[in-house]
């Protein structure tokens, strides 16, 4: 079946700017993850989504970032007034959160702010 | 303060050798553990994992290690092949912490031929 799906794949935007990411879970997987990695960086946890519940926002850099995933589907993370060090490549995952903990995850999207 | 820590930024391989990859953790709430490989231009594709119930878990040319007491886990794959050459993560989660995953810095995999 189909794996996670991110778009878009590369993002050039000017300082200052709104951009918003997408991503398309594993369809069934009810959790729903952002993470990013920096250049040279592991992989930091942004936010996470279960089901209907609220949203666990404790990794969030800053109040620029919010994310929304509507009918429990597709995920939205937006980043307001973009600053140099916001480049990075922005992961999605998901799980079914069945007892099962992996996560898949998709390709990725690469942001560079200028 | 990092949490999972992989200290060997790069390893190489002679292919058909043992490559051994090395991870420590803090945090003792870690109870789920996870080897991720990554290619460039790709996302992390999940390898094998374990549980701390466990102390060994195998899958084919993959075998993971976890000795709780010293908080080290390992990834050993066994023959080692070319197309292993990766940066592969090491990830730990916590059941308190809606299993968000907490990674390391990866180490680059590279098996020569």
């Known amino acids: 079946g189909a794996g996670v799906s991110q778009s878009p794949s590369n993002k050039v935007t000017e300082k200052g700017k709104d951009v918003e990411l997408r991503c398309d879970p594993i369809?069934?997987?009810?959790?729903l993850y952002w993470y990013r990695q920096s250049l040279g960086q592991g992989l930091e946890f942004l936010i996470y989504f279960q089901g209907n519940s609220a949203p666990d926002k404790s990794g969030l850099p800053s109040d620029r970032f919010s994310a929304e995933r509507t009918g429990g589907s597709v995920s939205t993370l937006t980043i307001q007034r973009t600053q140099q060090e916001d480049s990075a490549v922005y992961l999605c995952?998901?799980?079914?959160?069945?007892?099962?903990?992996?996560?898949?995850f998709g390709p990725g999207t690469r942001l560079l702010v200028l | 303060d990092q949490q999972v820590k992989q200290n060997s930024p790069s390893l190489s391989v002679q292919e058909g050798r043992i490559s051994i990859l090395n991870c420590d953790y803090t945090n003792s709430m870690f109870d789920y553990f996870l080897w991720y490989k990554k290619y460039p231009a790709e996302g992390p594709t999940f390898l094998i994992s374990i549980s701390s119930i466990k102390d060994k878990n195998e899958d084919g040319r993959f075998t993971v290690f976890l000795n709780k007491s010293a908080k080290h886990l390992s990834l050993h794959i066994v023959p080692s092949q070319p197309g292993d050459s990766a940066v592969y993560f090491c990830a730990a989660s916590a059941r308190r912490s809606a299993r968000q995953l907490t990674f390391g810095s990866g180490t680059q995999l590279t098996v020569l031929p």
């Open positions: 995952a998901s799980s079914s959160n069945r007892g099962q903990e992996t996560q898949y």
């Open positions: 369809s069934g997987h009810t959790a």
